[in-house]
């Protein structure tokens, strides 16, 4: 069993920055790819990104080019740096991993999820 957590979320302002973390206290996330999705109330639960045990990541388009995603396998940890945040990126933000290596689909383990909203 893998234990994700998550932390980072908060309030920021539109174009404000937050960096949210994954980490667990049970297992090494060295080999596995590890996700970062986000759910909406009334909406699908959309992944964001995914970085893999290689640390080649992946982003959906409509956060290239502002949201990175990187492996820090010394904390045992993977952020993800969220610059220019939209009021469309609010939400919660879950962690996940599909205990692979390659960013799959399916996740079979998931954080509590940390909320992230962007207001004015």
């Known amino acids: 069993q893998v234990q994700l957590v998550e932390s980072g979320g908060g309030l920021v302002q539109p174009g404000g920055s937050l960096r949210l973390s994954c980490t667990s206290s049970?297992?090494?996330?060295?080999?596995?790819?590890i996700a970062w999705f986000r759910q909406v109330p009334g909406k699908e639960r959309e992944r964001v990104s995914c970085?893999?045990?290689?640390?080649?990541?992946a982003y959906t388009s409509s956060v290239k080019g502002r949201f990175t995603i990187s492996r820090d396998n010394a904390k045992n940890t993977v952020n993800l740096q969220m610059r220019d945040l939209k009021s469309d990126d609010t939400g919660v933000y879950y962690c996940?991993?599909?205990?692979?290596?390659?960013?799959?689909?399916?996740?079979?383990?998931w954080g509590q999820g940390t909320q992230v909203t962007v207001s004015s």
């Open positions: 996940a991993t599909p205990v692979t290596t390659m960013c799959i689909s399916t996740m079979d383990y």
């Open positions: 049970g297992s090494t996330l060295d080999d596995y790819a």
């Open positions: 970085i893999n045990a290689d640390g080649i990541p």
